[in-house]
């Protein structure tokens, strides 16, 4: 794994694997990361991935990658494959790819021996009379009528649901467990329904029967040798179903499920469905839109997979939920790309400024280093000329002292190369300021000025050799920490998460990136190269995050 990954702290989970392997319980651990492909991954996902893998890494076990894909009216190949991909670029490397579908002859079996047990019996209620059967969390359930029916005839509806005899709705596969138990899910859960016409993207049509999440997990971990099934608190009223499944069979494997606390972040939404309606409205460009908390989403917005890697070790894994600040998740990938983004420069509001005593169609040939820390990391050339960019926002005609940047009739150091003085100021007819006149002093390329001090540093880039680009600036995809809170999550979208600036240009070096190349735009803050260009050919570079927390952190 990663070169500087600190060691994954010892959470309570990593406490209940020691113990179990100096007892002698197990040898040799094996986790399991289950997601449903019915949506991309999002950061709470890289939670669990980091979890189950970062365990089956640190124990010399193994993990494995299985689709939970017993729900085929909502999964898709493409989801299947994209989540692969995210996993893989996350770092990690399954021990076996599996899938949930794998197991459904198995699971028909598993069924038949709890029929047979006298522990299972077709149920022919319709959905609403199981809701009115059920009972409530202060009343106990009544038993179905059908809940006695004999092993034989059991076994012969069971059969016929799965040839396909029953219409979707018309009967399910129930456990004879206890109406009255206090724990609902214990209440004669359902093992199986009908559905009928749907397209498996594992088993096409061959089944028209389906298995119940609670009674496929279990099970399925106990195939592949499980030995600790993590997931999240709210499966924490199943587990007595887990387990009761598992005490039932013959399978001889008895994995043990632990419940963490999943990870909430503020300023956004991680359900799949709300996802999902994000990118089916149009809310944003795609699944991938760096606004987005998936993990496509924070790679193309330009996140490095140690950053979320140590991001998921820092907030750690308790069984008390809360909620992340944003800012925590920033800091991971600003800390990371402090150390290895190189250094460049980019003009995003570009003023011209013409040099007047520097020679006309001179090129000067600098060198700035690629990082201030890091001489290892080597320098890169820059071409100095008399008509250069800075930022608008580097230029003022009068400010007080607190304004370390170029100020009419004022010196200014521009980085890695010489000191001007602003002379005049150029307008249109419109009164707008289009060009500033300067002189340079030859005498200060890495030398500081005699006899005076100029304290501003500012970025510039060659007018004419410079890079026009567009760049994409990110705010949070919410205005408030709990979308959806009071009301419509839609309603809390903020309006300005995007901004596009298109007079952007960039330094020379910067003409061959390739997309996912990462840099600091000195004193602007961390870009990544678009795998996509603009309309007119132009590259994009996104905002990955600012220099700095802006957020009052
Ligand atoms: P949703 O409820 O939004 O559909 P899910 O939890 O059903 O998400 P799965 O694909 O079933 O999504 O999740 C796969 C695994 O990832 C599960 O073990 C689940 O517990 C874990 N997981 C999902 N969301 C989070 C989260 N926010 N924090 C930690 N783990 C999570
Ligand atoms: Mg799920």
Redesign the pocket.
Known sequence: MSEQQQAAPKNFIRQIIDADLASGKHTHIRTR????P??FLHI??A??IVLNFGIGEDYHGATNLRF?DTNPAKEEEAFVEAIKEDVRWLGYRWDELRFASDYFEQLYGYAVELIEKGLAYVCDLSPEQVREYRGTLTEPGRESPYRNRGVEENLDLFARMRAGEFEDGSRTLRAKIDMASPNMNMRDPALYRIRHGLVHHQTGDAWCIYPMYDFTHPISDAIEGITHSL??LEFEDHRPLYDWVLDHISIGCHPQQIEFA???LEYTV????KLTQLVSEGHVSGWDDPRMPTIAGLRRRGYTPASIRSFCNAIGVTRSDSTVEMGVLENAIRSDLDASAPRRMAVLRPLRLVISNYPEGQVEKLQGPNHPKDAAMGSRELLFTREIYIDREDFREEANKKYKRLVLGKEVRLRNAYVIRADEVIRDAAGEITEIRCTYDPETLGRNPEGRKVRGVIHWVPAEQGIPVQVRLYDRLFRVPAPGREGDFLDDLNPDSLSILEEAVVEPSLRDVAPGERFQFEREGYFCRDPEDAADGRPVFNQIVSLRDSWGG
């Not at 990361?33 to 449903?36: A, D, L, T, V």
């Not at 991680?270 to 469905?273: A, D, I, L, T, V």
């Open positions: 990361f289950p997601p449903e019915n949506g709470g996902h939670k669990s939970d997931c999240t999943r990870l909430n991680m359900s799949k469905r």
